[in-house]
């Protein structure tokens, strides 16, 4: 019996012969066409997604294995390409930072701290030893006519505009050398030598081109300051009372070695150390003003191997005399 209002429910199943009927066929088929394109294309996205990823990571490592020789800083990837390291040096031998022993060996702790660079680094060393001062060494790093300066050099605020300085492998303090006769006339204070200079007008020898004269200056306000082209005809006029300098300011290592080389030359001339965080002398390895990951990567190797850090030290290890 038809219900009022409703439409007449499909027969799904033959009432005898409980096959399906031709309604339902029709809906199962129906059904069907819908959901074969969807599985398809379900399967084909899952391989689709699968081919994409495993591209991705292809790619990926062939651009790593391309690149990997570019992983370096610009600066340290052109030392490693060249194939080795330039390092400005100072021309003449200056013990025990670099000098030649009695075969000809070109040593000191400075040449022994750029081979253990340029070893670090992977690639041998070149000394360029053609400055002959020690603002050359500065203006050849500054034109990247040198990787590094290494060579006594100060970390002054002059030099510091023109290139970057690592921190100090070693820190040295100026010593003043006076001659005893000027030492009697001033009447030197026994304890404090330094404050009876400091306002006396005295005549100082300095080498030309180093960062002691602003030293000097700094100390001794009064001092009138003669300057040589050598630090031996520096140290020559101070031991000749007939010339005018009575003084002279430079690193505790320099005067310890003068007097150590001639004992007697103690007794003409008195060793006076200054002792002052303020006027210490640091000594640094110049880079140039864009290297800086070169500079960083000079830090952290003094930060793992260390640095040899005072004149004691350094001195113990070369010894006081070289000839």
Known sequence: ??????????????????????????????????????????TKNKWGIKKGIFSLFLLFFISLHLSGQNLFSPEIQAIRD??????AMYEKDVFPFMYHDEE???????????????????????????PQTFEEIIERVANNNADMGISLLSRSLKWARMVRFSTPYIT??????????????????????????????FILAQKQGTTYRKTAQALFPEAKILE?????????????????PQAILRDEISIRRFLAFAPERSLSLQ??????????????????????????????YFEKNGVIGTAD???????????
């Open 172 to 201: 040295l303090h100026p010593t003043l050398l006076i001659n005893r006769v000027a030492s009697d006339q001033f009447q030197l204070h026994p304890d404090h030598p330094l404050q009876s200079l400091a306002h006396t007008p």
């Open 228 to 244: 040589y082209p050598e630090w031996d005809m520096a140290l020559d006029a101070i031991m000749d009372v007939q010339q005018e």
């Open 104 to 130: 000809g060996n070109f040593i000191g702790h400075e040449v022994e701290l750029a081979e253990k660079l340029g070893e670090a680094l992977g690639v041998e060393v070149r000394f360029d030893r053609s």
């Open 1 to 42: 019996m038809k219900r009022q209002g409703y439409p007449e429910k499909p027969q799904l199943w033959h009432s005898k012969t409980f096959f399906p009927s031709p309604q339902f066929q029709n809906r199962t088929k129906r059904f069907q066409r819908r959901t074969r394109p969807l599985e398809f294309t379900a």
């Open 313 to 323: 030290a350094l001195m113990e290890r070369y010894g006081e005399r070289h000839e």
């Open 271 to 300: 060793a006076v150390p200054i002792i002052n965080p303020r006027y210490a002398d640091p000594l640094a390895i110049a880079v140039n003003r864009d290297a800086l990951h070169l500079q960083q990567w000079i830090n952290s």
């Open 82 to 87: 060249r194939g080795f390291l330039i390092v």
